[in-house]
């Protein structure tokens, strides 16, 4: 009953902006929405959070619509480092909502 | 920075066997989630304790256990290991606002 949903996969070229949607149309009105992402079998990385506005920080911006149904992570300038899985949370409860989250490809 | 330490961070076993995992979150947050992450399964809500009482429970069998301190610590336990115990651990700590993991703990069941 994932609350969040992603395209699966995503190629992206080195140094090109990569743009991730996730839907979450039945968050809440103050419910956050996170951006993390893995490598591998690591735990979790954070990347941005965000409750209404739109947000940017040294890693990424969150882009939120104004009815909040869905949101869009930017990586303005891709590296191969950030080839991972990246994943859109929200809670609607006791449980953390991950949806299958994003293969992300970054190639040179 | 971690907001929570999971140990160990690697663990090999045999099946058959018992395995303990350990999560400290930091001081003040008292609520601990434990997840099972598995390549095809993604991730599943095991159960999560609040102030040392279980309040949620997934759909694991009974050979999952857990357990939370009075210093807001939590252990996971797995008994008879089965090689479909495999999988990567996480207990996340969420407040209102922030949501923190560690590194998670790497489960081999052989």
């Known amino acids: 009953d994932a609350k969040t949903t992603q395209p699966p996969s995503m190629d992206c070229a080195e140094g090109r902006a990569a743009n991730l949607p996730c839907n979450h149309s039945?968050?809440?009105?103050?419910?956050?929405v996170y951006w993390y992402r893995q490598i591998h079998s690591q735990g979790p990385q954070y990347i941005i959070h965000?409750?209404?506005n739109n947000e940017t920080n040294e890693m990424a911006s969150l882009i939120i619509t104004e009815d909040r149904k869905s949101s869009t992570l930017i990586l303005p300038h891709a590296t191969l480092r950030d080839t991972a899985v990246y994943y859109c949370?929200?809670?609607?409860?006791?449980?953390?909502?991950f949806g299958a989250g994003t293969t992300v490809t970054v190639r040179a | 920075k971690a907001g929570v330490t999971q140990t160990p961070r690697y663990l090999i076993k045999t099946r058959g066997q018992q395995v303990t995992l350990s999560c400290s979150p930091i001081?003040?947050?008292?609520?601990v989630s434990w997840y099972q992450q598995t390549p095809g399964q993604g991730l599943q809500f095991l159960f999560e304790?609040?102030?040392?009482?279980?309040?949620n429970k997934g759909n694991f069998p009974g050979r999952f256990s857990g357990r939370q301190f009075s210093n807001s610590r939590s252990e996971m336990n797995v008994s008879t290991l089965e090689l479909g115990d495999s999988a990567l651990y996480l207990c996340?700590?969420?407040?209102?606002?922030?949501?923190?993991f560690g590194s998670g703990t790497q489960l081999s069941v052989l």
């Open positions: 949370i929200v809670r609607p409860d006791y449980k953390l909502s």
């Open positions: 039945t968050i809440s009105g103050n419910e956050y």
């Open positions: 996340p700590v969420a407040t209102n606002e922030k949501l923190f």
């Open positions: 001081s003040g947050h008292r609520s």
């Open positions: 304790y609040f102030s040392e009482t279980q309040r």
């Open positions: 965000g409750l209404k």
